[in-house]
């Protein structure tokens, strides 16, 4: 076995309970559960051989397995998706070459995010994970900073130094920039991408450290491996045309169902 795809999904969100099961309506005007959504971009990525659901909700597990999902029950104990990613890998016995941790608040994921992550990872040896980064334009640095500005918590920004190792994560939009940017602009910003491609070692050994100080911070899970000293390999991907975005608040249904219309997503 080369390469897994684990989803991790809770249902007792902080901010916003339940999450996997809610309904986001495509083009079509079907609606599908965002952790179907997940699934079904997880599928969609070449070069992969297995993809699971890791969840400790009964109400996550029944319906995952209603649409043909592979489902891993979990502890109530992991404190990230990174943790419930390692547990599900143990608790099922894999031994893959890698692990991708595709977040199911991320339906809109392109499938070349994942190719290109996993084909970094494989060339750089001396990283232990890897993410992607995508350069913002000037709207959505924009839209970046509103979420901040309105006191939501929205996209993440990667920080990463001339050999795309990873510098910082935030949650607030940096580096800052005193210039203006037209909305279509290239900027200095980097949108983090919610994925990772972990090698199975840096994986396990994840959950056994204290939570970092900035990890709690931030509430970001990808420092507590800056903290250790592990390097996290920045892999840039390229939108080509398709639009992107997370779900971290009730608003953002709206906003990624205007954007699969646009996409004309099913």
């Known amino acids: 076995m080369s390469v897994v795809i684990v989803i991790?999904?809770?249902?007792?969100?902080?901010?916003?309970?339940?999450?996997?099961?809610?309904?986001?309506?495509?083009?079509?005007?079907?609606?599908?559960?965002?952790?179907?959504?997940?699934?079904?971009?997880?599928?969609?990525?070449?070069?992969?051989?297995?993809?699971i659901v890791a969840t400790d909700d009964e109400r996550i597990?029944?319906?995952?397995?209603?649409?043909?999902?592979?489902?891993?029950?979990?502890?109530?104990?992991?404190?990230?998706?990174?943790?419930?990613?390692?547990?599900?890998v143990a608790r099922l016995g894999l031994s893959p070459e890698i692990v991708v941790n595709l977040q199911g608040d991320?339906?809109?994921?392109?499938a070349w995010f994942v190719e290109e992550l996993v084909a970094g990872l494989r060339a750089d040896p001396g990283a232990d994970v890897a993410t992607p980064v995508l350069r913002c334009s000037g709207a959505m640095r924009s839209d970046l900073i509103a979420d901040r500005v309105a006191g939501r918590v929205g996209g993440t920004t990667a920080v990463f130094g001339h050999d795309r190792r990873a510098l910082y994560f935030s949650k607030e939009v940096i580096p800052y920039a005193a210039a203006d940017f037209g909305p279509s602009d290239p900027t200095p910003v980097y949108h983090h991408v919610g994925v990772y491609a972990y090698r199975p070692e840096a994986l396990a050994e994840y959950p056994t450290?204290?939570?970092?100080?900035?990890?709690?911070?931030?509430?970001?899970?990808?420092?507590?491996f800056l903290e250790r000293g592990r390097r996290i390999l920045c892999v840039e991907v390229e939108a080509r045309g398709r639009e992107f975005w997370e779900l971290n608040n009730p608003s953002d249904v709206p906003k990624l169902e205007a954007m699969m219309g646009r996409m004309g997503i099913a």
Request: net charge neutral; proline share 5%; with cysteine.
């Open 8 to 51: 991790p999904a809770r249902h007792a969100s902080t901010r916003y309970p339940g999450k996997p099961l809610v309904e986001l309506r495509g083009a079509t005007g079907e609606g599908l559960s965002l952790i179907r959504r997940s699934w079904e971009a997880a599928r969609a990525v070449q070069g992969i051989d297995r993809v």
């Open 209 to 224: 450290w204290d939570e970092g100080r900035l990890e709690a911070l931030e509430g970001l899970e990808q420092l507590r």
């Open 61 to 88: 597990r029944a319906h995952a397995e209603g649409f043909g999902a592979e489902v891993a029950m979990t502890s109530t104990s992991a404190r990230n998706g990174t943790e419930r990613c390692a547990e599900a």
């Open 106 to 110: 991320a339906p809109l994921t392109p």
